[in-house]
């Protein structure tokens, strides 16, 4: 005999199944989610300190001790002596950096993380739309800081060249500006609030630069070789997070010099010749990080 809870169990289950077929019928697409088990959306766990102990594979074991961002007391009451002259130290630039130091600040943000001149308003579907940090350098700082950031985004400077401090300086405090010693010609006028401004620390391009890419820390100046704003920015994500997910990165096939390199312009891979930067070793460097799962690749075009 089939007790009364045992009836009431098959009920149900005839119930349900007769919803799950009225609405296979109606809606075709519920079916798969019905009648198979629907997989859960897969929710990468974040662990702590994951990326740091994946990228000590590649960085051996760099100190997180090292701070993100120049502070003044290190070159104010202390004399940090750097191995290395710029993109990869501050010898011989202490100087300036004192004074552009003096009038912005090194404090870090909770919350720590765009780079560049690389706009957000009217991308926000592909890049999102909360930039905590936006990495730049003179020549890239061709951006309203008002439209692409957010009020607390930190502008963090790259300095690649003593003049680039020169030129942070001559913007926040208003002194003659000085149209020589750049690429290409950085804005004379830039709306921004100085509080707002970091300076990234150089280890993280002499990092970048010696162990993603095996570059000679010395190198002659004419041709100095170094690693792209974008490689730069991985790195520093690798030692802030636990979690390192890379979007819109992929490089375009080297010797296909016709492909545009950035969302927003049609700026070729040919441009990139004579800059220093070396895009098939990037990415190299790039997949092994990728194999290695020490930063996942987030786009899907
Ligand atoms: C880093 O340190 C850990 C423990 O302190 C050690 O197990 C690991 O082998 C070290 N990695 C490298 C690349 O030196
Ligand atoms: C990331 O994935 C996209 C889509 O599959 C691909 O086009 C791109 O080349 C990948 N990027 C890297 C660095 O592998
Ligand atoms: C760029 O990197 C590739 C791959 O590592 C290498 O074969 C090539 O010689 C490098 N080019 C220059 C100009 O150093």
């Given at each position: 005999m089939v007790s009364k809870s045992r009836w009431k169990l098959l009920a149900m289950l005839a119930l349900v199944l007769v919803v799950m077929v009225w609405y296979s019928i109606s809606r075709e697409d519920r079916y798969i989610e019905l009648f198979y088990f629907p997989i859960p959306e897969k929710k990468e766990p974040c662990l702590q300190g994951e990326a740091e102990s994946k990228a000590s594979k590649l960085?051996?074991?760099?100190?997180?001790?090292?701070?993100i961002f120049l502070r003044l007391e290190d070159y104010f009451w202390v004399k940090t002596p750097s191995a290395y002259e710029l993109p990869y130290g501050t010898k011989g630039s202490e100087d300036l950096l004192l004074r552009v130091l003096a009038i912005t600040s090194s404090s870090i943000p909770k919350n720590i993380q765009r780079l560049n001149n690389a706009p957000v308003a009217g991308y926000e579907g592909d890049v999102?739309?909360?930039?905590?940090m936006r990495l730049f350098y003179p020549e890239s700082a061709h951006f309203d800081p008002k439209v692409e950031n957010?009020?607390?985004t930190l502008l963090v400077l790259v300095a690649f060249k003593a003049m680039d401090f020169h030129w942070i300086e001559t913007i926040l405090s208003d002194k003659k500006r000085v149209r020589?010693?750049?690429w290409k010609q950085p804005p004379l006028i830039w709306d921004v609030n100085p509080k707002q401004i970091r300076i990234l620390n150089p280890f993280f391009m002499e990092i970048a630069a010696d162990?993603?890419?095996?570059?000679?820390?010395?190198?002659?100046?004419?041709?100095k070789q170094k690693p792209t704003t974008g490689l730069l920015a991985i790195t520093l994500a690798l030692h802030l997070c636990d979690l390192v997910h890379i979007a819109g990165f992929g490089y375009p096939?080297?010797?296909?010099?016709?492909?545009?390199?950035?969302?927003?312009?049609?700026?070729?891979?040919?441009?990139?010749?004579?800059?220093?930067?070396n895009v098939s070793q990037e990415a190299l460097a790039i997949k092994r990080m990728l194999e290695m799962g020490a930063i996942k690749n987030l786009t899907s075009f």
């Open positions: 960085f051996g074991n760099y100190s997180r001790d090292q701070p999102g739309s909360k930039t905590t957010n009020p607390d020589k010693g750049f162990k993603l890419l095996s570059l000679p820390m010395q190198q002659p100046r004419k041709i096939d080297a010797y296909n010099k016709k492909q545009t390199i950035h969302y927003y312009e049609q700026i070729t891979l040919k441009s990139m010749a004579g800059s220093g930067h």
